[in-house]
């Protein structure tokens, strides 16, 4: 699969990164043990664990940008620059699409970011979803030197970069390699914009995790302004081995065995989403264990 047939599919599941379970109860004692701040993922399997999600079925994996760890915020991500990341990511693995969600877009050199997702799209035989924002941690734009009232403004003049609407600066002759036409833009929230902004310029939406009635508003909303582009959106799952067991919602997400966790992608799905990113640091059962259980129990359910 490539980034276009992505946006053409009805329906499909991936995983959010890191592949690891620190908020559980279980990776809180070995976080402590091993030293970690809260939200500091153990990364030593993480490379093993893409390539099982990658030939499991997975259709995307998704990374955050986190320049700075911030212990009141408490949560480093997948700790490793984005798209550093999924370049090491794009040689290790040959199917899974490559997301960010998202890139902080006023605290990057536009220009540069434009010559990364071209570099990684052209690496990784076009399998990157390219997620951006405005971005939410007012602690890191003073570290910039960029003005936090000015995010918006400066996203939106970041996105004419990269759809390479202001071109015509550039001295003649000059020109950004590889070549690449641009890549279609996923954005997480309004990014300090209007809907109707978002549903002109983006291609795709990363909406923020919910309930399956707060999607059915959400999707509305972005049918108005984007007619069909994917939305998207993520679960915080705690998937545990009673195939029976009810879902229990917790914040981002659910607690919930096989049938729970069919029967809660079939209410995302009838609700308009397109795509689901499971994120595990919640889940109690080892990593593996999980990925090899959802392929073969509930990936067959959504995916052709």
């Known amino acids: 699969m490539n980034t276009h047939q992505f946006i053409n599919e009805s329906f499909s599941i991936g995983i959010e990164l890191p592949l690891d ?9 070995k976080r402590q043990q091993e030293n970690r701040p809260f939200g500091v993922p153990d990364m030593k399997e993480h490379a093993s664990r893409i390539k099982l999600a990658d030939k499991l079925g997975y259709r995307a994996a998704w990374v955050r940008d986190v320049p700075f ?42 220009w540069l970011v434009r010559k990364s997702a071209a570099t990684l799209q052209t690496l990784s035989h076009e399998r990157l979803l390219l997620g951006v924002a405005s971005g939410d941690r007012p602690i890191e734009y003073p570290l910039f030197d960029v003005n936090y009232p000015d995010r918006g403004k400066l996203f939106r003049q970041h996105v004419d970069i990269l759809t390479g609407k202001k071109d015509a600066q550039l001295p003649t002759g000059v020109q950004i390699l590889p070549e690449h036409q641009p890549i279609p833009l ?3 929230g309004l990014a300090q914009q ?7 310029h983006m291609q795709g939406w990363l909406a923020y995790p919910g309930t399956p009635i707060d999607h059915t508003e959400r ?16 679960i915080h799952l705690d ?3 009673d195939i029976n067991a009810p879902i229990q919602r917790h914040r981002f997400g659910v607690k919930t065995g096989r049938n729970g966790l069919i029967k809660e992608l079939t209410a ?5 989403v397109n795509h689901i990113g499971l994120q595990f640091r919640r889940n ?14 509930v990936l067959p359910e959504f995916h052709q």
């Open 21 to 29: 379970n620190d908020w559980s109860s279980t990776g809180q004692i």
């Open 69 to 110: 760890y911030d212990p009141n915020f408490g949560d480093a991500a997948q700790v490793f620059e984005p798209f550093s990341y999924l370049g090491y990511l794009a040689g290790i693995t040959e199917n899974i699409l490559l997301g960010t969600a998202a890139i902080v877009l006023p605290l990057r050199q536009p």
């Open 186 to 188: 996923f954005v997480a």
């Open 194 to 200: 209007s809907p109707e902004w978002i549903g002109q």
């Open 219 to 234: 999707v509305k909303l972005w049918r108005n302004v984007a007619g069909s582009k994917p939305y998207v959106s993520f």
């Open 239 to 241: 998937f545990i081995d």
């Open 268 to 272: 995302m799905k009838a609700a308009g």
């Open 284 to 297: 109690e059962r080892p990593i593996e264990e999980t990925l090899e259980d959802i392929s073969l129990s």
